[in-house]
Nanobody, 125 residues
Framework: QVQLVESGGGSVQTGGSLRLSCTAS????????MVWFRQAPGKEREGVAA????????YYADSVKGRFTISRDSAADTLNLQMTNLKPEDTAMYYC??????????????????WGQGTQVTVSS
């Protein structure tokens, strides 16, 4: 079992930036996929960005392309999400998730069993 702890959420105005981090501990995989999801009140959880830890290949939802950058620090087992040009519609609880499976389409939340507790991001207009 891997434990995931998110940090870095907060409140910003439209156009602002935030950097989220997710630190993994416990059993870690040699080849794994880590993903940022978000869930706004009354909405389904949606995949935002994913990265394969072995080669750093990123995937982004269309809604965040060009604004969000996912990265990983393999030595520190840390996942990061740099968010820029934030919009009110980015307001949500952000979660990180991990899987040992290299999914072809990694942004489906049903594929993940290991989740962090979440960190709130609020963007005001």
């Amino acid at each position: 079992q891997v434990q995931l702890v998110e940090s870095g959420g907060g409140s910003v105005q439209t156009g602002g930036s935030l950097r989220l981090s997710c630190t993994a501990s416990g059993y870690t995989y040699s080849r794994w996929c880590m993903v940022w999801f978000r869930q706004a009140p009354g909405k389904e959880r949606e995949g935002v960005a994913a990265i394969y830890f072995d080669d750093g290949t990123p995937y982004y939802a269309d809604s965040v392309k060009g604004r969000f950058t996912i990265s990983r620090d393999s030595a520190a087992d840390t996942l990061n999400l740099q968010m820029t040009n934030l919009k009110p519609e980015d307001t949500a609880m952000y979660y990180c998730a991990a899987s040992p499976v290299r999914y072809v389409a990694p942004l489906n939340p049903k594929q993940y069993n290991n989740w962090g507790q979440g960190t709130q991001v609020t963007v005001s207009s």
